[in-house]
C-alpha cells in the first residue's frame, strides 16, 4: 500500500503519524530491539583496556547519559506515540528542526553503522582466515553484503525486523557473553594468572593520570549506550505503548549495563592489556580462554556468533531512523516517491537511498586504512549525535512548558518540573561536554586539521536540512 501523500509543508503544526496496520510489537521484542541499538560485545575491549576504572567510567556513564536518555525518551514516547525523534522535536520547535534532528540521527547512523560493519567484518576473518582482516577488498565486500542482506530483510517490515534482532543479540551477543563471562569466572577459581590489576590505589580506580587520553575513552563509554531513544520510532506499532515503552527502554538499560561491565573485566583478566586489541578483543579473549580447557576448535563458531550479533545490530539501526525519515516526509519535506511504502508499511524507495549512501561511505575502507576510517566515521557520527541530544533535552523541557495539559502517562520523576530540568540538564551537559571532547583528534591526527574539519561537517550537516526544508516550502504549495 502507499501513505498518503500531503501537498504542503507545514511550518509549525504538527505532522501526522505515519499509518500503521496494526500494533504487533510485545515489551520482550521491544526490549530486544532497544538492546540491539546499543548492546555488543565491541565496546567490551575497550572497556577492558581502562582495567579496573572501567567501574568509574559506567558509572558515570550510566547516571550523566543513560538514565537521563532513557527517562526522556520514556516521557516524551508515552506522551507522543508518534514516530520518536522528529515528532519530539518538531512539537517543540516546528517542522524545520524536527528534520533536522531526525537528519542528523539518520546520518550520524549511516557513519556508524559502517563502522559496526567494519568490526562484522574483521571478526568473520577470525571465522575463516584471519589474514583476510589485512584485506580491504574483503572488508569491503563484506560490508556490501551485510547491509544489503540487512536491507533486504527488513523490507518485510517492522515484526520480521523485530525477530532478527531477538535472534542475533540471543544468539551473537547474550550467549558469547554469557560463556566469556562464566568461562572466565571458572579461569579464576582454577588460580589462573589474572592479568588485571587489583591493586586499591586511587590511580587505579580512578582517571587521574593522562587525562586527555582519558576524555577520549569517557566518549566511547558515553557513546557505547547511545542509541536507546531510536526504538521509539516503532512506538505505534508497539501493544500498550504506553506501559510497554518504559519498561523495555529501562529493561534493555540495565541488561546491558550489566552484561557490558561483566564482559569488559572477563577480558581484563585473561588479555594482558599490553596484547589487547581493541577491535577484536573479545575473540582474543575466547581464544585465551578456550586454550586453557583445549577448546580452540570452538574459536572459528564464537567469531561467527560475534559477527552475528553485531551484524543483527545493523539490523536493528537499518530501519529505527529511517522510519522518522519516513514521517518526516509525509509532511511534503521529502519528494513524493520517497513517501511510499510496500504492503509492509516499510518505506521501500528511502531504505533503497540509505543502502546507496551506505556503500558509497564504505568506499573510505579502500582509499584508507581500515582503523583511520573507523575512527573518522565513529569520530563523525558522535559529533553529529551529539548536538541531537541537546535538541531532545531541551524539548523536553520546552514542552513541559508549551504543552502541559498533553498527557503524560510517564513522567520524569521530581516534582512538578524541577525533575525534569535536573535530569535533562545533566543529559543536556553530557552530551555538550561530548560535543567538544569529539573535537579532540584521536591517534595521531594533526588538530589543527581534524577539529576545524568536524566543525565544519557538524554545520553543514544543520544547514542541509534547514536549507533543504525552505527549498521544499517554496516550490511545494501552501
Not at 540521527?105 to 556508524?112: A, N
Not at 574483503?138 to 542482506?149: H, N, Q, R
Amino acid at each position: 500500500m502507499d501513505t498518503q501523500k500531503p501537498d504542503l509543508v507545514t511550518a509549525r503544526t504538527s505532522t501526522p503519524a505515519i499509518p500503521v496496520k496494526g500494533r504487533s510489537i510485545g515489551v520482550v521484542t521491544l526490549t530486544m530491539m532497544t538492546a540491539a541499538l546499543f548492546f555488543t560485545l565491541r565496546n567490551m575491549p575497550m572497556m577492558a583496556g581502562t582495567g579496573l576504572q572501567m567501574v568509574f567510567f559506567n558509572i558515570v556513564t550510566v547516571f550523566a547519559f543513560l538514565i537521563p536518555i532513557a527517562l526522556v525518551a520514556a516521557e516524551l514516547a508515552t506522551a507522543w506515540p508518534k514516530n520518536g525523534v522528529f515528532h519530539w522535536i518538531e512539537e517543540a520547535y516546528g517542522t524545520s528542526w524536527g528534520f533536522t534532528a531526525i537528519w542528523l540521527q539518520w546520518t550520524q547512523s549511516i557513519f556508524g553503522i559502517a563502522s559496526i560493519l567494519a568490526y562484522v567484518a574483521v571478526n568473520l576473518c577470525y571465522a575463516f582466515d584471519p589474514q583476510l582482516a589485512t584485506n580491504r577488498w574483503f572488508i569491503f565486500g563484506i560490508i556490501l553484503v551485510v547491509y544489503w542482506g540487512a536491507t533486504a530483510a527488513n523490507m518485510r517490515g517492522t515484526r520480521t525486523s523485530g525477530m532478527i534482532s531477538t535472534v542475533c543479540l540471543s544468539s551473537g551477543v547474550l550467549l558469547p557473553s554469557a560463556v566469556l563471562i562464566i568461562m572466565a569466572v571458572f579461569y579464576i577459581i582454577q588460580g589462573n594468572p589474572i592479568y588485571l590489576k587489583l591493586a586499591l590505589t586511587a590511580d587505579n580506580w580512578l582517571p587521574l593520570v593522562n587525562p586527555e587520553h582519558h576524555l577520549l575513552l569517557f566518549l566511547s563509554f558515553i557513546f557505547g549506550v547511545a542509541g536507546i531513544e531510536v526504538s521509539a520510532g516503532h512506538a505505534r506499532e508497539v501493544r500498550n505503548v504506553r506501559r510497554n515503552y518504559p519498561i523495555a527502554v529501562f529493561s534493555a538499560a540495565i541488561l546491558g549495563f550489566v552484561v557490558t561491565l561483566l564482559g569488559g573485566l572477563a577480558i581484563a583478566v585473561v588479555v594482558p592489556v599490553a596484547h589487547l586489541n581493541m577491535v577484536s578483543g573479545t575473540i582474543q579473549a575466547l581464544q585465551a580462554l578456550f586454550s586453557t580447557w583445549h577448546l580452540s576448535f570452538l574459536l572459528p563458531l564464537a567469531a561467527f556468533l560475534v559477527a552475528f550479533g553485531a551484524a543483527g545490530q545493523v539490523s536493528t539501526w537499518i530501519l529505527g531512523p529511517i522510519k522518522g525519515m519516513w514521517a518526516a516526509s509525509q509532511s511534503g519535506i521529502l519528494p513524493a516517491s520517497f513517501q511510499e511504502a510496500n504492503r509492509h508499511g516499510v518505506p521501500r524507495n528511502l531504505l533503497l537511498l540509505q543502502a546507496i549512501f551506505m556503500s558509497v561511505v564504505a568506499l573510505l575502507i579502500l582509499v584508507m586504512p581500515v582503523n583511520t576510517a573507523f575512527l573518522l566515521l565513529t569520530s563523525l557520527a558522535v559529533v553529529l549525535y551529539c548536538f541531537m541530544y541537546l535538541l531532545l533535552f531541551t524539548a523536553a523541557i520546552r514542552l513541559r512548558y508549551t504543552h502541559p495539559d498533553v498527557p503524560r502517562p510517564y513522567r520524569v520523576p521530581g516534582g512538578r518540573n524541577w525533575g525534569l530540568w535536573l535530569v535533562a540538564g545533566i543529559g543536556f551537559m553530557t552530551s555538550l561536554a561530548c560535543l567538544f571532547i569529539g573535537l579532540i583528534p584521536p591517534g595521531h591526527m594533526a588538530e589543527n586539521i581534524y577539529a576545524p574539519s568536524m566543525i565544519g561537517a557538524l554545520i553543514l550537516m544543520i544547514l542541509i536540512p534547514l536549507g533543504w526544508y525552505r527549498y521544499r516550502r517554496q516550490i511545494v504549495p501552501a
